[in-house]
């Protein structure tokens, strides 16, 4: 009934390629969207910078490796040395002068060339050979950050960022950095959305499937890879520039760690791999339900009148939280958004599927 197709008819190929064919997940969007620009104005500014900007921010990586991995099917564990070749690169590049428009694409750019890398190692190996070679390049770039004292300031310094400044004006008020990460956010969206009815997202979708079939099928499964590798690390290097601009306001080794891109492949998988709102929902529940579990166990303790002590209060919220994910995907295995895809898909015919009992 929410999601009601009568009335909903194609009468060509260009109105059947649609973005949103029903016209509730385009008022879903709509709605969420205005509800993105009124943030600022309904949210207090620390939950604002604290929770929905670093959120915004995480979601673009998220979105950026699942394209690798959830629509290209290569394992990729070190995509927190391709945020930080983008991180670092940019930073330095506004320390030098350039502005900061010409910056994030100096990074960008940064990334894909080292992200590229990762995709010949891909022609050769895969699964989970190509996983280790991965995290192995992620272990040679922390090396690297602790030990190159001209790029990072040493293993305990950090980079400070500039003052970050889009078309000559200087962002510094909260709501100007959250406008920031929002717009990167929407624009990784909807290159991601647009990427699932193109020749390229096929391609891609085949090549996950079988690569040697693909192949046979005309399908160049290297140029693929590398597209994809290319693409991804290109959304992580800007999406570790902002980060950096943006939330922490400088650059340390720690930030891009091998626990990192540990944590973003564990967004894509709790998400669902290839699937645009579980990106979202994995993002959220990654970064979002430890807090949120700490506050409800420290509520209920005091509620109950329960002593607890602080090493406890550290050591419950993170099981509790680790068996939250794992309930989650007991629940249903392929992730958070093909668990929406099941609700939306009952609200189809709901509630009429109720007559025939």
């Not at 406008?179 to 020749?199: P, S």
């Not at 529940?285 to 430890?290: G, K, Y």
Request: glycine share 10%; with cysteine; net charge positive.
């Amino acid at each position: 009934m929410f999601y009601r197709l009568s009335g909903v008819r194609h009468n060509s190929y260009v109105s059947d390629r649609k973005m949103f064919q029903v016209p509730a997940d385009r008022n879903a969007v709509v709605f969420l969207l205005l509800l993105g620009v009124a943030a600022p104005f309904i949210i207090p500014s620390l939950y604002l910078n604290s929770y929905i900007l670093p959120w915004l921010i995480w979601t673009a990586a998220v979105l950026g490796l699942n394209l690798v991995t959830g629509w290209a099917g290569q394992l990729h564990l070190g995509y927190a040395a391709v945020m930080a070749v983008g991180a670092y690169s940019a930073v330095h590049a506004a320390k030098f002068g350039i502005p900061w428009e010409f910056a994030l694409i100096i990074g960008g750019l940064s990334s894909a060339l080292i992200g590229s890398l990762f995709a010949f190692t891909a022609l050769r190996v895969k699964g989970l050979y190509l996983a280790l070679t991965t995290l192995a390049m992620q272990f040679v770039m922390d090396w690297v950050l602790t030990h190159s004292p001209v790029i990072t300031g040493g293993s305990h310094a950090s980079l400070q960022a500039p003052p970050l400044a889009l078309l000559g004006q200087e962002i510094t008020s909260d709501a100007g950095l959250y406008y920031v990460a929002f717009g990167w956010c929407v624009l990784v969206t909807i290159f991601m959305l647009n990427l699932k009815r193109t020749g390229l997202g096929r391609a891609l979708v085949a090549v996950r499937e079988k690569d040697f079939a693909a192949a046979i099928l005309g399908v160049n499964s290297f140029y693929y890879k590398l597209v994809a590798f290319a693409a991804s690390s290109f959304i992580a290097g800007v999406t570790g520039a902002l980060l950096v601009a943006t939330f922490y306001f400088l650059a340390a080794p720690e930030q891009f760690a091998v626990n990192v891109s540990i944590q973003v492949l564990a967004m894509v998988i709790i998400g669902g791999l290839g699937s645009i709102i579980g990106s979202y929902l994995g993002a959220g529940l990654i970064l979002l339900m430890p807090g949120v579990v700490n506050s409800l166990f420290s509520a209920l303790a005091g509620f109950v009148g329960l002593e607890l002590s602080l090493e406890t209060l550290a050591h419950i919220p993170n099981a509790a939280y680790g068996a939250l994910i794992i309930i989650f995907l007991m629940v249903e295995p392929l992730g958070l958004g093909k668990l929406y895809a099941n609700i939306r898909d009952y609200l189809m015919i709901w509630p009429f599927d109720q007559l025939k009992k």
